[in-house]
């Protein structure tokens, strides 16, 4: 079986009803996010290249039909007008790690109907997900105010496909390194790792411990050092540090308790050994929250391992995203639904100075100071262009970032900008709305 099978059984039901039916007509729809969770005051645009990759191979093939039909409990044959189904369609794509906000498009498909039917799942897997743990990344890296964050995540994902997703996003987002030694190596990303409390566990002594990883370890080292008592360890390290003449580059790793008073403490005893240059790194369940609470109290603490709430996005684990038809046909199209009710038409969205977001028909002009943010990333079910690098993506993030409104970058009680529609968007949404309720009276 193919990827085609990784979707929904109510896409394929309707895609081979549209097939039956001759619905084959170009349609477009518009995946967006109608709300951001709470405590969010922005989102980073992901998962376009993911998406990218499974809509350009995209086809139908004799096993995926057999799938098909076993999972309907059908005749082979009743599922066989989808045998052969490939994606020949166009994307128009926000590029990743632009910001985008409530409501505007951050992709939009437009293909045969059965085509952009059977994509819905996937795509809308791969952009929800990437999208929700890139903004945490983000406000992460916004919360340490400069100072490196590393991405710890890799054990707590939800699988190793999402644990690799969250290395790239991490580095999309400004992130310094990751544990995940697949992720580092297919991305050409630092590697970044210390030992467990197990490792000092199996030795004597904590000096043992830090004398033995010195030893298969040349040059810097970080010793994790609140396996027993915390300002004990830091001494133990900064004995064994001091010893081997491994100051300059090292660290010392505090994983529980106050990590504010103990980075203070810790920083006192390295200063004291005349170790200026060891650094401390601090972990364990760290979110954008708990940094922006250290930096604020001016903990002296030189990096940030973030794991488990990050790779997951804890506090909102999921976008309420959609993925819906806004065009059949050359018909625009709507839904009324209360409090999901959708705009009509195929869009654009121009970015104004400050985040002033119009959300346009995709004809439109833009606005005086607006800049259009879908570009078409694949015509004929080819990606037109080359793939941007992560580098690329990084830095495009980071000047997004650094132009959000300050109220936008809070970590607590942000303040969304909100985009506004066009009056010829308005005005077409109340023409399609009012065609309908005359048809449906």
């Known amino acids: 079986m193919s990827d085609a099978t990784t979707t929904d059984l109510y896409e394929v039901t309707m895609a081979l009803s549209y097939l039956r039916e001759g619905m084959t007509a170009p349609a477009t729809f518009s995946l967006f996010v109608r709300d951001l969770p709470p405590e969010r005051g922005f989102l980073i645009a992901a998962g376009l290249d993911s998406a990218l990759e499974y809509l350009s191979g995209l086809r139908v093939g004799p096993e995926d ?12 044959r009743d599922l066989e007008p989808l045998l ?22 951050l992709l939009e498909v437009t293909a045969p109907l059965p085509q952009a039917q059977l994509a819905e ?35 707590r994902t939800h699988g190793p496909q999402a644990g690799f997703q969250a290395a790239r996003l ?26 467990a409390h197990s490792y000092v566990e199996a030795f004597a002594s904590e000096e043992d411990a830090f004398r033995a990883f010195a030893r298969s370890h040349p040059g810097p080292v970080t010793f994790l050092v609140d396996t027993y008592d915390t300002e004990r360890g830091v001494r133990v390290a900064a004995r064994v540090l001091k010893d081997l003449d491994r100051g300059p580059g090292s660290a010392v790793r505090l994983d529980s308790g106050d990590l504010g008073a103990l980075a203070a403490r ?31 109290s001016g903990a002296p603490i030189d990096t940030y391992a973030v794991g488990t709430r990050v790779g997951v996005s804890a506090d909102a684990p999921f976008l309420d995203s959609a993925y819906k038809m806004v065009e059949y046909d050359g018909r625009p199209v709507m839904k009324l639904s209360s409090a999901k009710v959708t705009a009509p038409g195929r869009k654009q969205v121009f970015r104004r100075p400050g985040y002033a977001d119009v959300t346009a028909l995709a004809e439109e002009e833009p606005p005086d100071g607006g800049r259009p943010l879908l570009e078409t990333v694949m015509r004929g079910g080819r990606r037109t262009g080359g793939r941007p690098t ?10 997004e970032l650094a132009a959000l409104p300050a109220p936008a970058r809070r970590i607590r009680a942000p303040v969304a900008p909100r985009a506004v529609p066009s009056g010829r968007l308005s005005a077409l949404a109340d023409h399609v709305r009012h065609r309908i309720e005359e048809r449906t009276a």
């Open 266 to 296: 810790a920083r006192s005893v390295l200063d004291d050994a005349g170790l200026p240059d060891v650094r401390i790194t601090v972990s364990g369940g760290l979110d954008e929250y708990a940094v922006d609470e250290l930096v604020r």
């Open 170 to 195: 991490g580095a999309l987002a400004g992130f310094a390194g990751t544990s995940n030694v697949a992720a580092a190596t297919t991305l050409g990303l630092p590697a970044v790792g210390t030992m």
């Open 390 to 399: 992560l580098d690329e993506c990084r830095r495009r993030c980071a000047a």
């Open 84 to 105: 052969g189904l490939e994606f020949t369609g166009d994307v128009r794509a926000v590029p990743e790690g632009r910001v985008v906000l409530a409501g505007e498009p």
């Open 121 to 155: 799942t996937y795509v809308l897997n791969q952009l929800s997900h990437q999208t929700a743990i890139a903004s945490k990344a983000a406000r992460c890296v916004l919360a340490a105010a400069g100072r490196p964050v590393v991405d710890f995540s890799l054990r």
């Open 65 to 76: 039909v057999d799938a098909f039909a076993s999972a309907l409990h059908r005749p082979r």
